[in-house]
């Protein structure tokens, strides 16, 4: 059976020139980077270059890139890093922190942790396509306001925010500005030279290197707290033995992301507006999120009276893999918050679906699952009580 | 969910369901569910002397859901209301082969999707 993976957003294969840079570090350059012999010192130059590669993607300068487990790590050491440095009373009216009601589960899950510690958090609304209010972030800014976290790109809907005007009204009020740019590396130029942010996550599985590894890029003058304790690895500010052969895969796929970017960008908007334009001929359908500001790479879909989760195990039943964003629990289904957030209702969000692109996907693939999406759309559509309501 | 934890039975109802649709005029009728929970049901029964003679049902939920609405049509067919009131969740997840532990709940969305439809044409005809 063909297979068709459109969940590029979810992961990514790891690239071929990746893998070939990771092999030597498993057999051959295993010692530990912070030995000070041979194997180590070969380790430690391995995990070094990566970091010039990671910053040099960003156009900043080695020392501020921090090698994590993943995109997870880097935001849960941004915030609770940051925070920690104050009791979460310190401040006259409790230390504050912003980020928006969209935000990753890794950012949101975050904040809702430090909230129980005591921490002031505001999740600040978006408008109908995804994007925040940048006067009702400005007037939610109070002299006790520490952080402000809004991410770069949506992971469900693709929509981008306005980091650049974000990160002017963070520094215009002396706050700091971390984004989770884990769906945008890749999609987006990122010059960390020229924009007003201090601090930016990174996954390597989402840019086709090995999962269980990430970057967090942070401004040189900022100070935070280590999240975890050891041997005082990473300047202190990361302990734990460096995951030498993730690092360097790492480091090898920001360097192919940046020597691909425009390339990648043109791929994947064609096929990106290709698919959105077939989506376009079934009836009672939306596109979700934003027209323009969006991901070139992701498409999201909301079908009339057509249940995501059921499309999908038909689609994954014909060997095409896309994604839903709600979550089947015990009792009932739990629609995306990022879509109720929106202002989807219920039906809206659980007849939604995402559609996301990458380098290895053709013209092909979207011609080979176009007709079975109709198919499968039409036959729930006939099963469907909600449809007959049309 | 994995649909590789579906069993064949599983798989073949949902996309091959039985009995979709609705009656034209229905002894009994009954939906439970609602768009904003996520799942909806709707079973209409056509009784004779007693016996479930017809049956449609339609589903806008998840691939277990359709496989056990398509599941119940099948086995009250031709059977009598009081046999018919009996079935169970575990009837019909047994019938299936089984269902994710997490999508149980599917299966008694069809079981309380016939007992209203039951109760609806009791109603109807005065007995029960």
Known sequence: MKEVYLDYAASTPVDPEVIKTMNPYFLEIYGNPSSTHQKGLEASKGVENAREQVASCFNVSPETILFTSGGTEADNLALKGIAFQYSPHDLDDGSHIITSTIEHPAVLNTCKQLEAYGYNVTYLPVDKTGIIDLDQLEETISKDTLLISIMYANNEIGTIEPVKEIGKIAHKHDVLFHTDAVQAVGKIPIDLSSLPIDLLSVSSHKIYGPKGVGALYHNLGISFDPLLQGGGHEQGKRSGTLNTPGIVGLGKACELSQKRLQKDISHLKKLRDYLIDQLREIEASTLNGHPTKRLVNNVHYRFKAVEGNALHSRLNEQGVYIATGSACSSKKILPSHVLIALGLTVEEAISSARFTVGRLTTTEDIDYIVPILKESINNLRLISPLWNQQ | ?128
Do not use: W
């Not at chain 2, 034209?24 to 609602?34: A, D, F, L």
């Not at chain 2, 709707?42 to 003679?53: A, L, W």
């Not at chain 2, 149980?104 to 005809?125: F, G, P, R, V």
């Open chain 2, 1 to 128: 969910m994995m649909n590789s934890e579906y069993t064949k039975i599983v798989k073949d109802h949902f996309f091959h369901p039985r009995n979709v649709g609705r009656l034209s005029t229905p002894s009994g009728s009954g939906t439970v569910g609602n768009p904003s929970c996520g799942d909806v049901m709707t079973i209409d029964i056509q009784v004779e002397n007693d016996i479930i003679k017809d049956v449609k049902f339609q589903t806008y939920g998840c691939a277990a859901a359709i496989a056990s609405g398509s599941m119940t049509t099948e086995l009250i067919k031709g059977r009598s209301i009081t046999e018919c009131k009996k079935l169970t969740m575990n009837n019909i997840i047994t019938e299936l082969g089984g269902l994710p532990k997490e999508k149980t709940h599917c299966s008694n969305l069809a079981t309380e999707a016939l007992k209203k439809a039951i109760n609806d044409y009791q109603k109807k005809h005065h007995c029960d």
